[in-house]
């Protein structure tokens, strides 16, 4: 059983939270979070939150018209602690980052953590690559139209995602190489 009001809870709370952090540091360079987490691309907090309680809102009524199928109520249950959870986050790090100190500007990572980002993107890589592998597969194989659309809009969006996380290696790789240079 779905517990809305648990839900409208944790999106009143979000929402005190992301206006006060919304009002004191403004609108962010790009927006906040991918579109395939939230539709808004919004560079503040608050429509973020705001779409959140709409998603909620719509599957209250869905459910009490009797029209919410099962299917849908896992993925939009999922959907909506994704979203969530990804404003939790943006929350917490805002905290570290203010109580951090104010690094230098020549302040460059360490040589040793470079190389262990180099190795966490070479994974996220070969899982991505993966993913997009199987995506396309499953597609090869699907009969339905609503079911290929759906997976050929999967495949295309692990493919972005593979797509930047090898532009990010090659960043990495650059900054290890220039490093090693250097001396």
Not at 29 to 43: A, G, I, N, T
Not at 112 to 130: G, T
Request: net charge positive; charged share 30%; glycine share 2%.
């Amino acid at each position: 059983m779905l517990d809305f009001q648990r839900l409208e809870n944790i999106t009143a709370q979000l929402a005190e939270q992301v206006a006060a952090i919304d009002s004191q540091r403004g609108e962010a360079q790009r927006p906040l979070f991918d579109e395939q987490l939230f539709h808004c691309r919004s560079k503040l907090l608050t429509p973020c939150v705001e779409e959140i309680k709409q998603e909620i809102v719509a599957l209250r009524r869905e459910h009490l018209q009797g029209t919410l199928a099962p299917n849908r109520t896992q993925h939009v249950c999922e959907r909506i602690v994704a979203q969530i959870q990804a404003v939790q986050r943006e929350l917490a790090t805002q905290q570290i980052r203010n109580n951090e100190p104010q690094r230098n500007k020549h302040w460059q990572k360490p040589i040793y953590e470079l190389k262990q980002d180099l190795a966490q993107h070479q994974e996220w890589a070969r899982r991505l690559a993966s993913m997009q592998r199987n995506k396309e597969r499953a597609l090869s194989q699907c009969r339905s139209a609503d079911g290929q659309q759906a997976l050929q809009d999967e495949a295309a969006t692990l493919a972005e995602r593979l797509h930047r996380c090898r532009l990010a290696l090659a960043k990495i790789e650059k900054q290890i190489s220039s490093r090693e240079r250097k001396g």
